[in-house]
């Protein structure tokens, strides 16, 4: 079964830049668009990022995706971050007709 | 703009079947464009994609709920429905209703509500 695996938290500074991975389990992540969604407590996930490296209407430009084939792997990186960035952020892709999230990274800013 | 709304018994005893019903607004269950699916999430854990239906019935799920998993229409009242049957603890969770296009982009989501499973 196809899996997406990112690392469990990150912590950076506000101000600072983050870089959160999502690495598939096999095959080539590329093959399928990813998606990142943001939750914050007690909300439901917001889009942030789709089709790899898309930014919906209303999402700053400090947020970008990418794809990297060589490591099988989706990036979210948030440029000048804030206290409000704080949150869950869980990578989506799609595979063999399954849709398979993350296990989710938790962001914290201090 | 399209609107999502969850509703259904907030406490389930265990063995019996979950039923929760999600409410489209702003547009229609029937478009061609879109997929209408069932996510959920345990307290204090990440999200599990439970399954997608087409307007025109067509259904996908996951592996691993499929044995336990109907989700169904009904463009009469621009409703789609999730059934989850023999449930255990192990299904307590919030249960959203979202979106999406053949890319599989969950956009928007229902506010989400809380099922407990428990006696």
């Not at chain 1, 990813?34 to 400090?62: H, L, M």
């Not at chain 2, 799920?61 to 429905?81: A, E, G, M, W």
Request: hydrophobic fraction near 25%.
């Amino acid at each position: 079964n196809f899996m997406l695996t990112q690392p469990h938290s990150v912590s950076e500074s506000p101000g600072k830049t983050v870089t959160i991975s999502c690495t598939g389990s096999s095959g080539s992540i590329a093959s399928n668009y990813v998606q990142w969604y943001q939750q914050r407590p007690g909300s439901a996930p917001t889009t942030v990022i789709y089709e790899d490296n898309q930014r919906p209407s209303g999402v700053p430009d400090r947020f970008s995706g990418s794809i990297d084939s060589s490591s099988n792997s989706a990036s979210l990186t948030i440029s000048g971050l804030k206290t409000e960035d704080e949150a869950d952020y869980y990578c989506q892709s799609y595979d063999s007709s399954t849709v398979v999230f993350g296990g989710g990274t938790k962001l914290t800013v201090l | 703009q399209l609107q999502l709304q969850e509703s259904g018994p907030g406490l389930v005893k265990p063995s019996e079947t979950l039923s929760l019903t999600c409410t489209v607004s702003g547009g229609s269950i029937s478009s061609s464009s879109y997929y209408w699916g069932w996510i959920r999430q345990p307290p204090g854990k990440g999200l599990e994609w439970i399954g997608s239906i087409y307007y025109s019935g067509s259904t996908y799920y996951n592996p691993s709920l499929k044995s336990r998993v109907t989700i169904s229409v009904d463009t009469s009242k621009n409703q789609f429905s999730l059934k989850l049957s023999s449930v255990t603890a192990a299904d307590t969770a919030v249960y959203y209703c979202a979106v999406h296009g053949d890319q599989n982009w969950f956009d928007p989501w229902g506010q989400g509500t809380l099922v407990t499973v428990s006696s």
